[in-house]
């Protein structure tokens, strides 16, 4: 194992530090470079840039995880490259081949070594790769080019606490329409979903939870994260729904649920105003890993499931399960990890 950067690794949050190389290449004439590692953290694209104007790009989340004996491996690192696809076609930007997606990944986690949390301190390495339209264009229109970046950083809990209950607002807003972008990991949504989340920490909250656009009825997803819970007679239920974002996270859980929980484990509608018939909730994503819901906060009331302060049984079943193969303590499912 390299030498460690100076960090306080137990007390990192999630928050952006520049570390040391990140992966650019350059879709032109039809197709990509080779790209290559570089050392800035600064773009240099024209003002004219569909990225800037247009919204047209699309980006990842995923980690880099310390094992104990010091190795470094990614979870699931293809369906990320699959999922970035899915956003491209969507927005009409060139597709990234896997290979060289994850190649791109590996490159930049080998290169960034020393950023690579020590195992037991509970931090990860974030990566974030980003596919923007970039090049001289005005009219609503695809980008004559592509810059495709991968950078790293060292992170701790997305929300406060970690594995601490944290409580969530309905927003009365929509972060996606109906047959909008809502399942492709644009960052039009996001932008759409700023001034709820600040709605949501002016009044105290984590973040909100979004209802399906069209009727309100239905719980969609966090700003963040997807949306799980367990029933009173212990199913594991998570919204099902074109317009969120297919969380990989989430397809883990509803997986390990069932084969290593042995509990049922269901995609389908979760009714607003039947959040009863739920014990334990929680959020799930690769920042979020899984943070416990303590309550939902619906027309001015809070609904709490198990407590707001201790997290459930099912809930750290879950948790010890998912980061346990994440960390290489458990063994994982064919093909969900990759060896740095
Ligand atoms: N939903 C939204 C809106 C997200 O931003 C994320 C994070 O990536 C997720 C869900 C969780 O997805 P994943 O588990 O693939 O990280
Ligand atoms: C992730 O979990 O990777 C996300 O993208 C969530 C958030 C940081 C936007």
């Given at each position: 194992?390299?030498?460690?950067?100076?960090?306080?690794?137990?007390?990192?949050?999630?928050?952006?530090?520049?570390?040391?190389?990140?992966?650019?290449?350059?879709?032109?004439?039809?197709?990509?470079?080779?790209?290559?590692?570089?050392?800035?953290?600064?773009?240099?694209?024209?003002?004219?840039?569909?990225?800037?104007?247009?919204?047209?790009?699309?980006?990842?989340?995923?980690?880099?995880?310390?094992?104990?004996?010091?190795?470094?491996?990614?979870?699931?690192?293809?369906?990320?490259?699959?999922?970035?696809?899915?956003?491209?076609?969507?927005?009409?930007?060139?597709?990234?081949?896997?290979?060289?997606?994850?190649?791109?990944?590996?490159?930049?986690?080998?290169?960034?070594?020393?950023?690579?949390?020590?195992?037991?301190?509970?931090?990860?390495?974030?990566?974030?790769?980003?596919?923007?339209?970039?090049?001289?264009?005005?009219?609503?229109?695809?980008?004559?080019?592509?810059?495709?970046?991968?950078?790293?950083?060292?992170?701790?809990?997305?929300?406060?606490?970690?594995?601490?209950?944290?409580?969530?607002?309905?927003?009365?807003?929509?972060?996606?329409?109906?047959?909008?972008?809502?399942?492709?990991?644009?960052?039009?949504?996001?932008?759409?979903?700023?001034?709820?989340?600040?709605?949501?920490k002016k009044n105290?909250?984590?973040?909100?939870?979004?209802?399906?656009?069209?009727?309100?009825?239905?719980?969609?997803?966090?700003?963040?994260?997807?949306?799980?819970?367990?029933?009173?007679?212990?199913?594991?239920?998570?919204?099902?729904?074109?317009?969120?974002?297919?969380?990989?996270?989430?397809y883990s859980l509803?997986?390990?649920?069932?084969?290593?929980?042995?509990?049922?484990a269901t995609e389908?509608?979760?009714?607003?105003?039947?959040?009863?018939?739920?014990?334990?909730?929680?959020?799930?994503?690769?920042?979020?890993?899984?943070?416990?819901?303590?309550?939902?906060?619906?027309?001015?009331?809070?609904?709490?499931?198990?407590?707001?302060?201790?997290?459930?049984?099912?809930?750290?079943?879950?948790?010890?399960?998912?980061?346990?193969?994440?960390?290489?303590?458990?063994?994982?499912?064919?093909?969900?990890?990759?060896?740095?």
């Open positions: 194992m390299s030498k460690l950067a100076n960090i306080d690794w137990g007390n990192l949050g999630f928050s952006y530090m520049k570390t040391d190389f990140r992966y650019v290449s350059t879709w032109k004439d039809g197709k990509w470079d080779e790209g290559e590692l570089v050392t800035d953290n600064k773009l240099s694209i024209s003002v004219a840039s569909t990225a800037l104007h247009y919204g047209q790009q699309c980006f990842e989340g995923l980690k880099a995880y310390r094992t104990k004996n010091g190795d470094i491996q990614l979870f699931r690192p293809y369906e990320n490259a699959k999922r970035i696809n899915l956003g491209a076609q969507r927005l009409l930007m060139p597709e990234i081949p896997e290979e060289k997606f994850v190649n791109a990944v590996l490159q930049v986690v080998r290169a960034n070594e020393t950023y690579v949390p020590p195992y037991g301190t509970g931090a990860t390495l974030y990566i974030r790769p980003l596919l923007i339209g970039v090049g001289d264009n005005i009219g609503v229109g695809p980008a004559p080019e592509y810059l495709f970046s991968i950078f790293c950083i060292p992170v701790g809990p997305y929300f406060k606490g970690g594995m601490a209950p944290v409580n969530f607002t309905v927003s009365d807003f929509d972060r996606a329409a109906p047959y909008g972008t809502g399942a492709a990991k644009v960052g039009g949504n996001y932008a759409a979903s700023l001034y709820s989340y600040h709605l949501a105290g909250f984590g973040d909100c939870i979004y209802l399906d656009p069209l009727t309100h009825t239905k719980i969609e997803e966090v700003g963040s994260a997807n949306f799980f819970g367990i029933t009173l007679d212990n199913e594991f239920v998570t919204p099902k729904s074109p317009s969120i974002l297919p969380s990989i996270t989430k509803l997986y390990l649920a069932k084969e290593n929980l042995g509990l049922k389908r509608d979760v009714l607003i105003d039947n959040l009863k018939e739920f014990k334990e909730a929680g959020a799930c994503g690769t920042a979020a890993v899984i943070t416990p819901i303590g309550g939902i906060e619906y027309k001015g009331k809070l609904h709490v499931f198990h407590s707001e302060t201790e997290v459930g049984p099912n809930t750290t079943k879950l948790y010890n399960t998912l980061c346990g193969i994440q960390f290489g303590d458990l063994e994982a499912p064919a093909g969900w990890i990759v060896k740095v």
